[in-house]
T-cell receptor
Framework: ELKVEQNPLFLSMQEGKNYTIYCNYSTTSDRLYWYRQDPGKSLESLFVLLSNGAVKQEGRLMASLDTKARLSTLHITAAVHDLSATYFCAVDSGRGSTLGRLYFGRGTQLTVWP | DGGITQSPKYLFRKEGQNVTLSCEQNLNHDAMYWYRQDPGQGLRLIYYSQIVNDFQKGDIAEGYSVSREKKESFPLTVTSAQKNPTAFYLC??????????????FGPGTRLTVL
């Protein structure tokens, strides 16, 4: 079974600071996803990473994937309050054109304070 | 508007009662999924279906049942055999062709509480 570990699970950071969330997974995969969840709400897709060395950026968030190390990072630059949410990484067991299923990490609860 | 709808938004169940959660999508997606989320936890897969009239158990299928008679619908029944069903239930779907087909899109969720 594919295992996904995120750390930290809780992150409290001051506005304007930088920080990185880490996502490690246990077996080979070429598809990794980052989602955001606001309290009481559903999940919103942030990034899809499909190959080794893939980097995606949206605003103050940047995600990267190292398939050899089985590691993805979500870097937060100059945090603002609106980024407060829970962030999940998920790894797809599918390969190529084969449909798989997602394995989720436990999530990182981010709180940004003034 | 294309999307995934779940109903009801809130559901209360008495002990020993079966309840059915609805999930409908008009995205023409082949694959549909049901997840359970407990407070402070990640998502755990209950059942998934990659094609009409076919579905597979996920990691925590005991006490749940599903059907997939139509492409756009994937209802989840929480049976009385599920001893601790209080949780947030999320339905998702995914298409097959192209890059966009790789992403699972999630519905708004149903919050189930056992009284």
């Amino acid at each position: 079974e594919l295992k996904v570990e995120q750390n930290p699970l809780f992150l409290s950071m001051q506005e304007g600071k930088n920080y990185t969330i880490y996502c490690n997974y246990s077996t080979t995969s070429d598809r990794l996803y980052w989602y955001r969840q606001d309290p009481g709400k559903s999940l919103e897709s942030l990034f899809v990473l499909l190959s080794n060395g893939a980097v995606k950026q949206e605003g103050r968030l940047m995600a990267s994937l190292d398939t050899k190390a089985r590691l993805s990072t979500l870097h937060i630059t100059a945090a603002v309050h609106d980024l407060s949410a829970t962030y999940f990484c998920a790894v797809d067991s599918g390969r190529g054109s084969t449909l798989g299923r997602l394995y989720f990490g436990r999530g990182t609860q981010l709180t940004v304070w003034p | 508007d294309g999307g995934i709808t779940q109903s009801p938004k809130y559901l209360f169940r008495k002990e020993g009662q079966n309840v059915t959660l609805s999930c409908e999508q008009n995205l023409n997606h082949d694959a549909m999924y049901w997840y359970r989320q407990d407070p402070g936890q990640g998502l755990r897969l209950i059942y998934y279906s990659q094609i009409v009239n076919d579905f597979q158990k996920g990691d925590i299928a005991e006490g749940y049942s599903v059907s997939r008679e139509k492409k756009e619908s994937f209802p989840l029944t929480v049976t009385s055999a599920q001893k601790n069903p209080t949780a947030f239930y999320l339905c998702a779907s995914k298409g097959t062709p192209g890059l966009a087909g790789l992403v699972q899109f999630f519905g708004p969720g149903t919050r189930l509480t056992v009284l």
